[in-house]
């Protein structure tokens, strides 16, 4: 099993910078990709950005040069720079644990929600 925590979020001004971090804990050596989701109001959820256990990194177009993701051993974190009013959302945090060849779920965070003034 593994659990996820997130923590930070809040409300900043246009411009400004939140960081979100996401602690695993249970069999984490399992994960193999973590990323940021993120659902807006009356909007299906997206990914923001991906980072696998090769380092490989995957962003969505609106976040390229604005975001990057990290991670350090157990802790994944977002660094959001230039924030924009569309970047208003709630944000989650997923870990993709594999059993086995055939056999990987996903494991979601509790959601933290961002928000940016204008």
């Known amino acids: 099993q593994v659990q996820l925590v997130e923590s930070g979020g809040g409300l900043v001004q246009a411009g400004g910078s939140l960081r979100l971090s996401c602690a695993a804990s249970?069999?984490?050596?399992?994960?193999?990709?973590m990323g940021w989701y993120r659902q807006a109001p009356e909007k299906q959820r997206e990914l923001v950005a991906t980072?696998?256990?090769?380092?490989n990194t995957n962003y969505a177009n609106s976040v390229k040069g604005r975001f990057t993701i990290s991670r350090d051993n157990a802790k994944v974190s977002l660094q959001m720079n230039s924030l924009k009013p569309e970047d208003t959302a709630v944000y989650f945090c997923?870990?993709?644990?594999?059993?086995?060849?055939?056999?990987?779920?996903?494991?979601w965070g509790q959601g933290n929600q961002v928000t940016v003034s204008p």
């Open positions: 997923k870990a993709r644990v594999t059993v086995s060849l055939d056999f990987a779920y996903d494991v």
């Open positions: 249970g069999s984490i050596s399992r994960v193999n990709i």
């Open positions: 980072l696998t256990n090769t380092r």
